[in-house]
């Protein structure tokens, strides 16, 4: 059965593919260059992979699909029968993923709203899942767009690494900032604001740091809403279980909670220890 209106976002969304399945949403591939070899996230390079690869100090960049990528989502889309494509994707802040977009949706056979969420990674998931949600129930373009920007402006990211030194050689941060880190020995607690990551506190110990993380996270869910929360790590599964497990005991309004490890673009920017959590109230 065709929908009226189709959902695509990018790989960085992180979302389970059960999800992806069951609301029809399409995930455009990000690309990771390891040493020579160009791959495709999700399909051609896993987050250990890349984790292996930085710890051997390996070169690891990453690139935005080509417009071309978007202009067959938005094709194929069409063709399925949808009359519009919201295209939602990782913040134009730290990625050209966005621009391409907007490149292959001005020759699309139908209307495509390219929405930049601001977000990465499960923020970025929710933000699609809503307007999947909405289209799925019958509503318009401009209501799935809505409701992903509504989802977006609603929600929360945080995390954890173990050195700023990968933000840093990816641009995400500037130097001042991680060198501001190494000099003090401090375990840097960052969060994403207005599309940007950003430096919220600097603990003395990780443990003291992934403490600190969920007492934010639990600030940020308290409230009478229905709340979904995130836990997402790199090569750091224990600590993100039993983060998941200290947040699900107490956040009383928890809807859903996904624990998973994100995929190799993010992984690349940010290196193995990273915990993150994500928190989008409904």
Request: aromatic residues 4%; proline residues 4%.
């Amino acid at each position: 059965m065709s929908r009226h209106v189709a959902i695509v976002t990018d790989s960085t969304a992180y979302l389970p593919q059960r999800a992806l399945e069951r609301h029809r949403i399409t995930a455009v591939p990000l690309t990771v260059v390891l040493g020579d070899r160009a791959l495709e996230e999700g399909t051609e390079v896993s987050a250990r992979s890349v984790a292996q690869a930085l710890r051997k100090r390996t070169s690891v960049t990453t690139s935005r699909p080509g417009p071309e990528k978007f202009a067959a989502a938005y094709q194929a889309a069409a063709e399925a029968g949808a009359a519009g494509v919201v295209s939602l994707h990782l913040s134009a802040e730290i990625s050209g993923t966005y621009d391409a977009a907007v490149l292959a949706a001005r020759d699309a056979r139908v209307p495509v709203r390219v929405v930049d969420s601001g977000m990465v990674a499960m923020a970025l998931g929710f933000c699609a899942l809503a307007a999947a949600e909405t289209a799925d129930s019958g509503g318009s373009l401009d209501e799935a767009v809505a409701a992903a920007e509504k989802r977006a402006a609603d929600t929360s990211a945080y995390f954890y690494v173990d050195t700023l030194d990968y933000l840093r050689r990816g641009g995400r941060i500037g130097a001042a900032q991680a060198l501001l880190g190494s000099a003090l020995a401090v375990k840097p607690l960052l969060q994403l604001d207005s599309g940007r990551i950003a430096l919220r506190e600097k603990v003395r110990t990780a443990s003291k740091a992934i403490a600190r993380l969920e007492e934010i996270v639990v600030e940020r869910a308290a409230g009478p809403r229905p709340v979904d929360i995130a836990v997402q790590h790199l090569a750091a599964e224990e600590r993100a279980v039993e983060l998941a497990e200290r947040l699900r005991a107490r956040v009383p309004g928890l809807a859903e909670l996904y624990v998973s490890e994100v995929g190799a673009v993010i992984g690349a920017h940010t290196g193995p220890g990273l915990v993150g959590a994500v928190v989008s109230p409904r």
